[in-house]
């Protein structure tokens, strides 16, 4: 719900949008203010400019970086078990045993340096995935494009 006119961050209040659907949902009317159709018109054609290619190059881009974001918690630990510095499975103890290893390792690189030692080599992986990923992405869609009319039902 928006906050009365006097209260919030900001001093200009907008009504909130409405939709309604009836019940066939064949007919759907929306309001919005007077004031937000200019600047609706001017985002639409402001992204309607924008060429496809740079589209999906971004879409790629941010995809990459979500990714590594994501994961790189996780390799952090397994690197610093694969290279020694982490707590030690003990042997026979299977996937459980390797699962409590992993964890404590995490635990114990959190104490040692903090919740950004997560994070360590974060910079690397991002200018080696992030490229890769845009231009992959951005291959794809282009074959795609070009291989629609062949494909299209």
């Not at 906050?3 to 919030?8: A, L, R, S, V």
């Not at 309604?20 to 759907?28: M, Q």
């Not at 103890?93 to 040692?112: N, P």
Request: hydrophobic letters at 35%.
């Amino acid at each position: 719900s928006v906050p009365p006119p006097d209260q919030g961050l900001s001093s200009k209040w907008d009504p909130p949008q409405q939709q309604l659907v009836l019940p066939l949902g064949s007919i759907t009317t929306a309001t919005t203010s007077s004031t937000e159709k200019p600047k609706q018109q001017q985002q639409q054609q402001w992204f309607s400019n924008i060429p496809d290619h740079t589209w999906d190059m971004a879409i790629g881009a941010a995809a990459g970086a979500a990714a590594v974001l994501l994961s790189h918690p996780n390799d952090c630990i397994k690197t610093v078990m694969e290279t020694g510095g982490g707590v030690a499975a003990k042997p026979g103890s299977g996937a459980v045993g390797s699962a409590g290893a992993f964890v404590a390792t995490g635990k114990q690189l959190v104490q040692q340096r903090g919740p950004g030692g997560l994070m360590t080599g974060l910079a690397p992986r991002l200018v080696e995935s992030v490229p890769s990923t845009m231009l992959y992405w951005l291959a794809v869609e282009n074959c795609r494009r070009v291989l629609e009319p062949y494909t299209a039902k």
